[in-house]
């Protein structure tokens, strides 16, 4: 089946410092959207993308969903302590019923 | 207004028990999803209901039965559950399931549960 393959698994950042994660796949997805979950949460969707090339910013968020289709990245800059969770990123094929195919998630761990 | 609604937020309950987890949206969404988690992982799609009706059941035990009273609601029965069955459950709802458009799951804070 469909894998995303997310990176890094985990980050250890001191405040203030820039972010960047990302999701590969061998398939192309019509949608990728990224997710950030807090412990005993549900995910809280951040940033939906639609196109390929699409570059939406939300606040310090900015993600871009890439030309191939194949990948998108997920930057956060000048992280502060409220960044810390888990990021996931989830990927839509065309014709899936609304199936989202998920990444492992990326834990984001800010030291103050 | 993007809020899913769930409830109970936690639950526990014995292996001999019945309950049912309910989730809510009033976002106009015609499609309602079912998902499992456990710690440290990502969510695993059990159920979707497109307007209404069950279209996809990835491979669920019985003892999880879904329903979908209206365009609304969603509920999840529990019964005969196993220990390993403890996880938090998340419900989901998007406009539709027409997935070349570019649909969009928002999600519920979910119902921790755990059996006993």
């Known amino acids: 089946g469909q894998q995303l393959n997310q990176s890094p698994q985990s980050m250890f950042i001191q405040e203030g410092e820039d972010v960047s994660m990302n999701c590969t796949s061998s398939?192309?997805?019509?949608?990728w959207l990224w997710y950030k979950q807090e412990p005993g949460e549900g995910p809280v969707l951040l940033i939906a993308?639609?196109?390929?090339?699409e570059l939406t910013s939300n606040g310090r968020l900015t993600a871009q969903f890439g030309i191939t289709r194949k990948d998108s990245f997920l930057n956060i800059s000048a992280s502060i302590p409220s960044d810390v969770g888990i990021y996931f990123c989830?990927?839509?094929?065309?014709?899936?019923?609304?199936?989202?195919?998920f990444g492992k998630g990326t834990k984001l761990s800010v030291k103050p | 207004d993007t809020e899913v609604t769930q409830t109970p937020k936690h639950l526990v309950m014995g292996m001999t028990n019945k309950k049912s987890l309910k989730c809510e949206q009033h976002?106009?969404?015609?499609?309602m999803y079912w998902y499992k988690q456990k710690a440290k992982k990502p969510p695993e799609l059990m159920f979707v209901?497109?307007?209404?009706?069950?279209?996809i059941n990835e491979s669920v035990p019985s003892r999880f039965s879904p329903e979908c009273p209206n365009s609304s609601l969603l509920n999840l029965h529990l019964h005969a559950l196993q220990p390993e069955d403890s996880a938090l459950y998340l419900c989901?709802?998007?406009?539709?399931?027409?997935?070349?458009?570019?649909?969009?799951?928002?999600f519920g804070p979910g119902t921790r549960l755990l059996v006993l």
């Open positions: 989901a709802s998007s406009q539709g399931v027409l997935a070349s458009v570019g649909e969009t799951q928002y």
């Open positions: 398939s192309i997805f019509n949608t």
């Open positions: 993308l639609y196109k390929a090339g």
């Open positions: 989830a990927g839509q094929i065309g014709g899936s019923q609304g199936n989202l195919i």
């Open positions: 976002m106009g969404h015609r499609a």
């Open positions: 209901y497109s307007y209404e009706k069950l279209s």
